[in-house]
């Protein structure tokens, strides 16, 4: 992993606070459909409008950012694109079967059976499409960009998922 190079000394002068910047634009949403599983109990299919934010807190580099703004929504309006306009799918979920075969998902819980065209699916690595772990996969996925860009002064990520108006999940990763 390369190492940023405009990492500067502790500012000295303004040592006294922390340092933390938030993105959170109309364009950081996506819609998707998704059930959740309760044991031997499984909603219905539905769909939510989502809105994203994202937070981190580090320590300033020699220009004085934690990270540009436009990185940072660049981060998250690509994997919210990626989520846009699908049927999530938990594939870590023991009551859930998932099949892929000639361009379709079927997926299996119980006597329940959706069969998708394999375009309009996203199997996530979680157990179940909730809010939280939607935040905690975005989460991971933006840790990940901010690592491949070397940024090193990241102290903490925190991502939130808002499912509707007034109902948003959060999740927080300390990153050094």
């Known amino acids: 992993m390369a190492k940023l190079t405009n990492r500067a000394a502790p500012n000295t002068l303004f040592n006294m606070g922390k340092y933390s910047i938030h993105v959170e634009k109309d364009y950081l949403k996506f819609s998707a459909a998704h059930f959740l599983v309760f044991g031997e109990r499984c909603e219905r299919l539905h769909g939510h409008n989502y809105a994203v934010s994202v937070d981190l807190e580090g320590e300033l580099d020699n220009i004085g950012y934690i990270l540009d703004f436009t990185v940072l929504k660049e981060f998250a309006e690509n994997h ?19 099949v892929e ?31 939280e772990l939607l935040a905690c996969y975005l989460s991971k996925r933006i840790r990940d960009d901010l690592e491949d860009m070397g940024a090193d002064n990241i102290i903490s990520l925190k991502v939130g998922v808002e499912e509707s108006p007034g109902q948003t999940a959060y999740y927080v990763e300390e990153l050094g």
């Open 101 to 131: 075969s000639s361009g379709n998902v079927e997926v299996l819980f119980r006597d329940k059976k959706f069969t998708f065209p394999e375009s309009d699916v996203l199997i996530l690595p979680v157990k179940n499409c909730t809010a």
């Open 80 to 98: 919210c694109n990626e989520l846009d306009h699908k049927t999530i799918i938990p594939s870590k979920n023991k009551h859930v079967q998932i």
